[in-house]
Every structure is written in C-alpha cells, then in structure tokens.
C-alpha cells in the first residue's frame, strides 16, 4: 500500500509545498511507502491556452523534480492522459493499481479544475480511497478574507487591509511546510522498479513544441534552487544597469550584493520603471509553484527586520512589494469566489455588450509590437522575446488593446497567455479586466492610457524602447515616444518603422462613447 502525492503544473516543487508535505506525514504515520504522480493533460492546456513555453518550463523543472524525488527514494510517476474528461477516472484506476490508500493534491481554483478534482474526489472514494486536496496557491486560502457581511471583496484596497490582518493574526498562514525526508518505509515491489526504471518525461507535449526552447532556458533557468537564487538577488543585490533580454537570463551577472540599495529596498520607486530592471521577475517561478509565496514573503519581512505589515505604506520596498504579492492573491480569491471570470465573461457584466473591433490587421500588428506607438511596441516585443513583460508594460500594451484598438480583451488575454512563461489565469484576466475596466478596477471607464506620455513615465531613460525596438536605437529624449510627430516625414519614413495604426485622440472618444453606452456604434 501507498500515498500518493498528485503533484500538478502549479506547484511544481518539493520545498513548502503543502500536500506533498502532507502525504509524507500520512505516509510516515501509517508505515506505507510515498510516491508522486504528474498527469499531462494535453487538452486542457489547449482549452486553457498554455504557452509552449510554460508547458516546456513544466517539463523541465519537472526533470529536476525527478531527480530531487530519486535522491529521496519517492518514485515519480507521469502518464500523458486524453481526452482530458478521462483523467479522473484513469487517476483513480492508476491509484488502485499502485494500492494507493490516500492521495493528496494542492487545490487549484479554475472552474475545469475545481470540477476534475470533485470528479476524482468521488469516483476514489468510491474505491475507499481518501482525498485530501489541500490549499497552498496563495498567502491567504480563497475565501478567508470577507466583507464584515462575509461577502467576497470585489476591490482591492479594503481586500489589502483585512488579507494583513489575515496574514498578522494567524502565524499559521506563513508557516513553512514540514520538509520531506528521505523515504524509510521499504518500497514495495512495484514502486521500487518505478524508482529504479521511472517512465519517461517527454521532451516536449505534441502540439506543444516551444520554438525558442533554448532562449528560454537561458532566460528562465529552471528548479527550485534558481527560484531561491532569483529571490536571494532580489532581496541584496542592487539592480542591474541593463534590462535582461538580448540574450541576458534572469541569473545574468553584474549585481552587486548591497543591501541598503538592493532592487527591494528600492522596489517602492523603481517598480514603475519598466527600463530599471527592478522587479523581481519571480513570475514564472511563482506561476509554477517553482518557490512558494509563504518563502518570499517570510524573507522579505525578515530581511526588512518589519513585524507589522501597513496597507498604506507606498514608500517602503518591502511593504510595496508585499502588496504586489497580495495583488496575486486578490485575482485568485476574485477567480475562486466569481467563477464566471474564468468562462470569458466579463466581472461586470454590465459591459457584457460594449461592442468591440475585429479588425485582423490591427490585432495582427498589436501582436507583431508593430502599431506606430514605442512604448507599446517595445512591450509586446519583450513579450515576444522573452515570454515576460514587466507589470507596466502590461498594462500600457493591454490598455493600448482594449481602448485604443477597441479589440475585445479576450483577444488580447489569450494572445497573453499562449505567450508568457508566467501565464496565470487568475493574474491575467484579473490584469486584462481592470485594465478593460469590465473588472475590479474602482475607477470607471474613463481611465485611459496615454500611450505617449505612458512611455516617457514608464522609460524615463529610453533604455526600454531603444532596446527592444532597433529600428528607434538611435533616437533620444521626446522623438523616442513619438517619432512620427516630432521628425520630418522624410527622415521618420527613413527610420523603417511604422506610423501609428490609430489616431489616440479618435481612439479615445470612441472608447468613452461605446462604454458609455454599451451597444453603441
Ligand atoms: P514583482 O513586481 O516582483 O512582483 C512580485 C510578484 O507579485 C509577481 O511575481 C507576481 O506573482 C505578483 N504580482 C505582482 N503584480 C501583480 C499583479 N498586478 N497581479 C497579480 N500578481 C501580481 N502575472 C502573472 O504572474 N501571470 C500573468 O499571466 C499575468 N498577466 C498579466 C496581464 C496583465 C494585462 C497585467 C496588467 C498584469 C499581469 N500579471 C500577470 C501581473 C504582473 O504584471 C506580473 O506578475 C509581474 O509583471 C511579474 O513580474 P515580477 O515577478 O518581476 O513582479
């Protein structure tokens, strides 16, 4: 007989990881063996757009995995499971075949998912086999942080202060996960030719083939000691001078251990620059589960030396950055309370009937980062190089989308999605919603981007667009954001760049009137 962890793409790690946690404790306690299953599942990630590179960052942490789990003698199993509606039933089949006596999982909140596990939920309990899907995702569990009339926040501020409240008054909540120690039990025969033959960890899913599988790698190395080494630089060394990208990964030399300056310390002013490599890029690793959002947070309160946390501290780089993470939670708890936000319908379905542009040309251009607009271009051709945009460019390029192009979000969200490394349901229709503003943004409509005087806050240097736009590499101070109104036709024709696809001021009001009035012209 066994326990069985069911590890899945969203905590792909063996350090603080609750369930895994939990089904060695079990395991222990009841002198049976632990070992782990990982399930591909190549039709959800269609259903869900899951970029290549994702799928390829999942399978290479989970060669990692591999090994981490062989040096503790737990045998890793992994089955390629179609169509996706049968994986409940060949989970539990393999679960009677192993004589599994319990399984455990971290929950995950999408509603396919939430549905899966229920499935699986009843038909092994139906064989006698206990569940236990636990909550790990985030800081706070969805659900846990309520209005005084126990509703879910639907704003994030007063979500801000009851989650640190939250945080402050249950020191469970950032407790870590028992460690996992090598396996005592004697593994019975099946599972011990598991160890010693495991089955084999495709090189990539069909259908799923990452084009620039070697740019990734060296971009976003995979396994939980990098995610540990990206979080250690984030917290002491000081940023560097140049943006990663044109071949530089997120472990490129040329910090400089310093504390007092370190990319956290600074994070309260730096966030907003998408030049300054500033952030701590741990997306992909966090959108993974490579390193759990308790760890960083407990380093980051330990290394600021704070006990308390403050809502309204917008100085102060570990207070800021602790409400970033609290950001992840909020779109998670909004996704697990609003279901309806994971089914491409919009959080206020007041703008169900905004009528929106299907324009290929303009879509096809948005997606290329060739619109006319730099800052917009220099985003999406991070996206594309990289698989990762800073926060900024995020919101300046979706919200170049949505009321500039007047594209439906959904577009934009999915084109997002089958790009990034770090694609997460929850952050990026939660991100495309407020930025749509059909989500959770308090601010109406009318909050529109400048796409000019967007770029001149986001890249005060220049440094970004010259970066990711050569075809502007020569070009300094105003005429970078908007060369095509400051350089004579003839000379801006020269520089081989496009002229905006649409005129911001036009754009504008065609937004503000068709929100105004949803189903208008
Ligand atoms: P840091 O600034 O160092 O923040 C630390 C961590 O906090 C991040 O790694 C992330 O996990 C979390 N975080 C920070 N800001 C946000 C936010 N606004 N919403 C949710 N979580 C946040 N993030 C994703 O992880 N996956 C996505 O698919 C995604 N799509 C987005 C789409 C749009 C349109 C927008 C506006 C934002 C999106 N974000 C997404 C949120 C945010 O842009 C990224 O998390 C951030 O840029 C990652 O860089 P970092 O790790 O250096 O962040």
């Not at 979500?159 to 996960?177: H, K, M, P, Y």
């Not at 730096?270 to 992909?284: E, I, M």
């Amino acid at each position: 007989e066994c326990v069985v962890y069911w590890m899945r793409m969203e905590d792909m790690r063996l350090k603080d990881n609750r369930a895994f946690s939990l089904a060695a404790s079990i395991a222990l306690e009841g002198k049976l063996s632990l070992m782990t299953v990982f399930l591909f599942s190549p039709g959800d990630y269609e259903a869900h757009d899951r970029s290549p590179r994702r799928i390829d960052f999942m399978l290479r942490n989970l060669r990692s995995l591999r090994a981490s789990l062989s040096s503790l003698d737990i045998p890793l199993y992994t089955a390629s499971i179609e169509p996706r509606h049968s994986l409940p039933q060949k989970l539990v089949d393999l679960l009677q075949e192993y004589s599994a006596v319990t399984v455990c999982a971290n929950m995950e909140y999408e509603v396919d998912e939430l549905r899966r596990d229920e499935r699986a939920l009843r038909l092994a309990l139906e064989k006698g086999i206990r569940c236990e899907f636990i909550h790990d995702k985030c800081i706070v569990q969805p659900g846990k942080v309520l209005t005084k009339q126990d509703k879910p926040y639907t704003v994030y501020s007063p979500f801000l202060r009851n989650w640190i409240s939250v945080v402050q008054g249950d020191s469970a909540t950032l407790e870590c996960a028992t460690p996992v120690k090598k396996n005592t039990v004697s593994l019975t025969p099946k599972l011990e030719d598991l160890l010693k033959n495991p089955t084999p960890i495709p090189e990539y899913i069909p259908g799923f083939e990452c084009k620039d599988k070697e740019k990734m790698a060296l971009y976003w190395p995979e396994g939980e000691d990098v995610a540990s080494e990206v979080l250690r630089r984030f917290l002491h060394t000081k940023a560097r001078k140049e943006q990663l990208g044109g071949g530089k990964g997120v472990l490129a030399s040329g910090e400089v251990d310093d504390l007092k300056h370190s990319r956290i310390m600074e994070y309260g002013e730096g966030r907003n620059r998408a030049d300054k490599d500033s952030s701590s890029r741990l997306s992909p690793y966090l959108a993974s589960g490579v390193i759990s959002a308790r760890e960083c947070l407990r380093q980051v309160l330990a290394l600021s030396g704070r006990k308390k946390l403050e809502a309204s501290n917008r100085e102060d780089g570990a207070q800021m950055w602790t409400q970033e993470v609290a950001w992840r939670d909020f779109y998670t708890h909004v996704l697990a309370a609003f279901p309806r936000v994971s089914m491409g319908r919009p959080f206020l379905e007041k703008f169900n009937t905004v009528k929106w542009e299907t324009d290929a040309k303009n879509l096809q251009a948005f997606k290329d980062g060739k619109t006319g607009y730099p800052i917009v271009d220099a985003a999406m051709r991070q996206c594309n190089e990289m698989g990762w945009m800073h926060n900024r460019s995020r919101m300046i390029a979706a919200s170049f989308f949505v009321k500039d192009l007047m594209l439906d979000w959904r577009l934009g969200e999915r084109y997002f999605m089958q790009s990034f490394i770090d694609g997460d349901l929850a952050s990026n229709n939660g991100g495309w919603q407020w930025t749509a503003s059909t989500g959770t943004d308090p601010q109406p409509y009318f909050r529109i981007f400048h796409p000019v005087s967007q770029a001149a806050k986001a890249d005060p240097s220049g440094d970004y667009i010259r970066q990711f736009v050569p075809e502007l590499s020569k070009l300094k101070g105003n005429v970078l954001y908007a060369p095509w109104e400051h350089m004579p036709h003839a000379e801006f024709e020269k520089l081989g760049y496009p002229a905006p696809i649409v005129d911001h001021k036009e754009a504008r009001e065609r937004a503000l009137r068709r929100y105004k009035n949803p189903g208008c012209e």
